[in-house]
């Protein structure tokens, strides 16, 4: 019996406004699309019609960019965003721990920009709470954590430790470590034994994120490296016993051979577990200072941030990439970062000929005028996440003492790109921010702050319409991850990934964050039904 779904608002990412009618899934496959009504399901032994009235239906949702087995953990342990001190981050760290026998305390998402003055945290807060417990948590752009002394002695770091090239360890005015390590190089000093789980624990981590992802209408996503954390193997467990109920394509860490990542390129090829290319970290980001900028940042004259990896290297590495067909996708937050890439893929292009390599830039913070257009004309992919402007309100947001106007009206831009040719594909970044499509939709339309102001939305000629926003989170992604032709919109032959919203997200688009996944479609088997 094949499942049919009806509605009057099915969005098939391929024109722009939705339209009434029918989605037959026969097997793991779209069956037909109907416009209109028909009396062709009539028979009800032969067809399952689920009437979905004014709901939206949609290709299943993609997310571009997520860590997944730190959003994994992350799902399984504590939040900390939402704390207006630090006090109250340790605390809340304790009461969800002080039953547990877990070896590592692990929280996530705290914001120091959040509390009083900005000011970061120490390991003081924590050894009240857990003198001899060693606790890990990390802030809600992943780039830096906060630890106790407990985990300083574990991992063997002290006033003699040097800071590691691309890191930094923060110390008091006697040379201590305050409890605070900055940036992937530092972070990986404590984290290895941390995050260093059994088969089994990886197993049912991943699938307890994969049960959280089903109920956000996501069907698929872009799994990049933090930390040099892949999973795949992991992954790959999960597919052999048919529980890889999500689609990963997977981008491990730049540094490695290429010869290791031409293996990854064959051995991982399926439509539920691929490897997708090589991700490299050029900066930071420009809200911690570590994002790389052209200019010199407004509020501390003359530094501009240094790039994480050299120049000449990261060249190399493009043409060596490029040559092998393997896609780069590289973070790049500050404008200076973002443009070393562009030269990156540039360089490659003009050495080695046109070919179709879908190199991406993530994040994009901040941008050059002079760089927009170098996206269309280098066939760059903008990884957008639209949540990753967001903060209390305008009023409290930092980037308006560390940038000049011109710079902030080029700050955490989308449409501008997408005007200039550039394909672009959204994202969360998940567990920097919740796994929520809606929510990226919706930042992406109305370009609030979570107080949902300014009304008619910061830099307003940043805004997207619904239904680009929508095609930005599933025929977008589906390019990015060379699976159009399979992926990313409801046509006739294409895998059935479907999402069902609660209501009509086209209308009353002030209200758009009520909406909910109601039914999600996982290779044409129901994973989610709350319809």
Known sequence: MNLVLKSTCIFDSISDTPFAGYIEIEGNRIKDVVKGETDKYNNPSMYEVKDCGNKTITAGLMDGHIHLFLGSLYNATIDLYFTDTEEEAAEKLYEFYKDRDDEWVLGFRWSNYRWPDSKLPSKESLDKYFPDRPVIAF????????????????????KETPDPQGGTIARDENGEPTGYLLEQPAMELVTKEALDVSPEREEELIEGFINMAHTKGVTTVGAVHVLRIMKNEACRRLEEKNKLKVRVFFAPHMEMDID????????????KLRFLGLKGFLDGTPLGYTG???????????????????????????????????????????DGAVRMALDAFEIARKELGEKDVRNTIEHIEVIHEDDIGRFAKTNTIASIQPCHMLMESLEKHPIFDMMDEKRVRLSWIGKTLEKNGAQVAFGTDFPIVDLDPVDSVYRAVKRRMEDNLPEEGWNPQEKFTVSE???NSTIGPAYMMCMEDKLGSLEEGKLA????????????TDDMLSTETVMTVFDGEVVYDKL
Do not use: Q
């Open 139 to 158: 802030n809600d752009e992943l780039h830096a954590v906060w630890v106790n002394s407990k985990t300083l002695e574990i991992c063997g770091i002290n």
């Open 497 to 508: 990934d479907i999402n069902v919203f609660s209501r009509n997200i086209f209308e009353d």
């Open 260 to 271: 290791e990542a031409i293996k990854l390129k064959k051995e991982y090829t399926s439509d």
């Open 469 to 471: 926003a929508l095609k």
């Open 292 to 334: 790389y900028m052209v200019e010199p940042y407004a509020d501390r004259p003359g530094f501009r941030s240094e790039p994480l990896v050299d120049r000449e290297w990261l060249y190399e590495k493009s043409r060596e990439c490029y040559k092998n067909d393997i896609a780069m996708r590289l973070h790049a937050c500050g």
